[in-house]
């Protein structure tokens, strides 16, 4: 009789705070009166979210945020006074649970501070659409950003539920029943069957370049198997992410370019802009790029190198890793490396994904072998490269 009336005001609690959660406050940072204006309408756009200020520069959002709140904030790259990155590093400091989107253009320098602004705690970037027609370019953004809006609105509404489920099993009677996940179902390898890693494919869009940073960083130098990376990303900003990665890991980061050999402790990334496929030379893996039409909406995509891996790798033991991101990229090619390969497939768990989209559109479809969090998948790639195969995380 007691509990009743406890989770019932909770419960009310959870339906006034996700009402407060249909519109994200959003803040709006950019040195072009014209792009502030797109971006604003952009965002007003979705229905999902409505700009409460925009500024022409990072200190004017550093000084708003003294005053008020937000919940996600768009910030262009470069900006006179204070440019975006330095913003940024300010605001993830100060208010950490604010996300955080740059507006970047595509030159090589552009490329470069968006990859730092990535390490530094944005989710992910919008590039500036060439064209000149101002309308058409609100739409592309609105697009990009309600996928987003959608996914920062979910997040949300799971820490409410979170948090409030915390509260009610403190207020009940204090028999609370604990809830144990069955992994065991998940967990299907067998080290007979899989005794070594000939190939590590890795999928990824949305939150991708911090979640590599976390697998590569994690490798030891004498990882001497072949991963080769598709990473939703445009051209020019591979080459960045591919150069940044490459200074932080013990392991050898590049770029591909047409006609390489897939070696030994080397990670190779798609190019933006080209598909990524392996031919086989002999004994030989080589890589392919090749600009064909896009695939899921994308190129480079999963899907295309995964499928041509299973193509000329049959009977090979082959780890596929799939991480955050939208849609469902990589998973028919997982199905593909199923049918012809020894495929071991891990994804990243829900809780640890900016974008559950991609992992999830595998696991759903009863792909996935395990779904590990993010930082402990370094290690589960370590123990089934030598033969411990499926250990405690």
């Known amino acids: 009789m007691i509990v009743i009336p406890v989770c019932f005001s909770v419960v009310l609690r959870i339906c ?8 994200l406050k959003v803040i709006v940072a950019d040195d072009s009166s014209m792009y502030r204006d797109v971006l604003t309408k952009a965002v007003n756009g ?5 700009v409460i200020f925009a500024g022409s520069n990072g200190r004017m959002v550093v000084e708003f945020l003294k005053k008020e709140t937000a919940d996600f904030v768009l910030l262009d790259v470069f900006m006179p006074e204070m440019d975006g990155i330095e913003a940024l590093k300010i605001i993830k400091k100060n208010y950490p649970n604010i996300d955080a989107v740059m507006i970047s253009s595509d030159s090589i320098r552009s490329a470069e501070l968006t990859v730092e602004a990535l390490d530094n705690g944005a989710i992910d970037f919008i590039l500036k659409p060439p064209d000149s027609d101002h309308e058409k370019s609100t739409e592309i953004i609105k697009t990009q950003l ?22 009610v099993d403190r207020r009940d009677t204090g028999k609370t029943e604990e809830i144990k996940i069955e992994t065991d ?13 000939d190939l590590i494919l890795i999928a990824s869009s949305t939150g991708g370049p911090s979640a590599l940073e976390k697998i590569f960083t994690g490798l030891d130098s004498d990882f001497d198997i072949p991963i080769l990376v598709v990473q939703h990303m ?7 992410l591919s150069e940044s990665l490459n200074k932080k890991c013990k392991l050898s980061v590049k770029e591909a370019c047409n006609n ?36 899921n909406g994308v190129r480079p995509a999963a ?7 299973a193509n000329r790798c049959e009977d090979k033991n082959i780890l596929a890793v799939i991480l955050t991101g939208m849609g469902s990229d990589g998973k028919n090619g997982v199905m593909m490396l199923k049918q012809k390969c020894n495929c071991y497939c891990i994804t990243q768990s829900e809780n640890t994904c900016v974008v559950y989209g991609m992992p999830k559109s595998v696991y759903q479809s009863g792909l996935s072998d395990e779904v590990i969090d993010i930082g402990s998948i370094s290690k589960r790639i370590q123990g089934i490269a030598t033969g411990k195969g499926i250990l405690p995380l």
């Not at 445009?234 to 960045?240: E, G």
């Not at 990334?269 to 392919?288: F, Q, S, T």
Request: contains cysteine; proline residues 6%.
């Open 16 to 23: 006034e705070e996700v009402c407060f959660l249909e519109k």
């Open 46 to 50: 979705t229905g999902m979210a409505e």
């Open 146 to 167: 309600q996928i987003l809006f959608m996914q920062v609105r979910l997040n949300k509404f799971k820490s409410i539920i979170g948090n409030n489920q915390k509260e």
């Open 185 to 197: 179902a998940l967990n299907k390898f067998d080290p007979k069957k899989f005794t070594s890693i």
């Open 234 to 240: 445009p051209p020019k900003f591979t080459r960045s």
């Open 260 to 295: 390489d050999l897939v070696q030994k402790g080397q990670i190779i990334i798609a190019p933006g802009g080209y598909h990524m496929l392996v031919e086989r030379e002999g004994p030989d893996l080589i890589i392919k790029t090749e600009v064909t039409p896009y695939v």
């Open 303 to 309: 899907d295309v190198l995964f499928t041509s891996v």
